[in-house]
């Protein structure tokens, strides 16, 4: 089963910055990555889980209009490690990002990073 590890998330004030990673593991799919659109996902207290951004083997990237500007997508396909800056972090951020396969994510889900941002 593919597994995905998310990690960076952390406590953050308005306005701050986090790095967030992702890394794939299990061998036969790490063969696949660099094939794959990943995407990077989150979900609010009480919300729907959402895609906020992807990126494509061939490096193009695409966000949701909320983060749009203020996050930047990017992969390593020589660490199967995907990649989230968040800059300008703002309260509405707060979630609990997962990363997938996109925009069709498989079902196996990591345990995600939780991001808060409070002052």
């Known amino acids: 089963q593919v597994q995905f590890v998310e990690s960076g998330g ?23 990555f660099t094939v794959y659109t ?17 990126i494509s083997r061939l490096f193009s990237t695409n966000y949701a209009d909320t983060v749009k500007d203020r996050f930047t997508i990017s992969r390593d396909n020589l660490k199967y490690t995907v990649y989230l800056r968040m800059d300008s972090l703002q309260p509405e951020d707060t979630a609990v990002y ?6 069709t994510p498989l079902d196996s889900w990591g345990q995600g990073t939780q991001v808060t941002v409070s002052s």
């Open 38 to 54: 990943m995407g990077w996902y989150r979900q609010a207290p009480g919300g729907e889980r959402e895609l906020v951004a992807s």
């Open 10 to 32: 952390g406590l953050v004030q308005p306005g701050g910055s986090l790095r967030l990673s992702c890394a794939a593991s299990r061998s036969i799919w790490t063969n696949r």
């Open 98 to 103: 997962y990363c997938n396969m996109a925009p």
